[in-house]
């Protein structure tokens, strides 16, 4: 089972729309605001937000990390029953310098108490292969589980991804939590891994 070619597609629209419509402090302030309120609402307690580092044009991607980051403290202050950390994003589409500078930022971020970054993602669509195989990025997850960053990976999402070959890559990567196909259950189970579960999974047979 996987997502289909259009929810793919969808999902990659979605995303594109959001990048254009926030696109300065006030629309990411307004938007995180009422992402965290919904769920605060919900009686969430703890929540792990993952966030992609975007470069803008009046912010670096750490200035754009920094405005999350002193959202959540605001919002914690008022609602304390809900902390929040976050999660950055290395996409497939990235160069391998591209995931180190991520993995740099994470690091810069991340914290011990209070908001910050706790681990480092690896998503986006299996089957773009702009700078080469996704086993490049090994140097980068390295360094990232060195620091003390959580790991976190995507596998089986579509057929392309669905292969033993790309499994074994990204378990040695130590991930702690994993989006997993029927092959990697055993390892799961072996591994003691958490299971994500994604909202906008949608199989082929659906």
């Known amino acids: 089972m ?3 070619a259009s929810t793919n597609r969808l999902i990659s629209m979605i995303s594109s729309f959001l990048g254009d419509l926030l696109t ?26 993952r966030v992609k580092p975007r470069q803008m044009r009046d912010l670096s991607a750490e200035e754009y990390m920094q405005i ?6 605001d919002f914690e202050i008022h609602f304390p029953a809900m902390h929040t ?3 950055l994003c ?3 589409n990235h160069s391998l310098a591209a995931a180190e500078a991520v993995v ?15 681990g480092i993602d690896f998503c986006g ?13 090994t140097p980068a997850f390295e360094q990232a589980a060195e620091n003390g960053l959580g790991i976190t990976v995507s596998f089986a999402e579509t057929i392309a991804a669905d292969s033993r070959r790309e499994l074994d890559t990204l378990l040695s990567w130590n991930p702690g939590r994993i989006w997993e196909d029927e092959e990697a259950k055993q390892e799961i189970i072996k591994r003691s891994l958490c299971v994500e579960l994604c909202s906008s999974y949608v199989s082929e047979q659906e």
Do not use: H, W
């Open 104 to 118: 740099s930022l994470a690091t810069r971020l991340r914290a011990d108490e209070g908001p910050g970054v706790v």
């Open 85 to 87: 950390q976050l999660v």
């Open 2 to 4: 996987a997502c289909s």
């Open 90 to 92: 290395v996409n497939r």
């Open 68 to 73: 999350f980051l002193d959202t959540i403290k």
């Open 24 to 49: 300065d402090t006030e629309s990411i302030q307004y938007a995180l605001r009422k992402i965290l309120a919904d769920f605060f609402s919900d009686n969430v307690v703890y929540l792990e937000l």
């Open 125 to 137: 669509d299996p089957t773009v292969r702009i700078y080469g195989e996704f086993s490049m990025f």
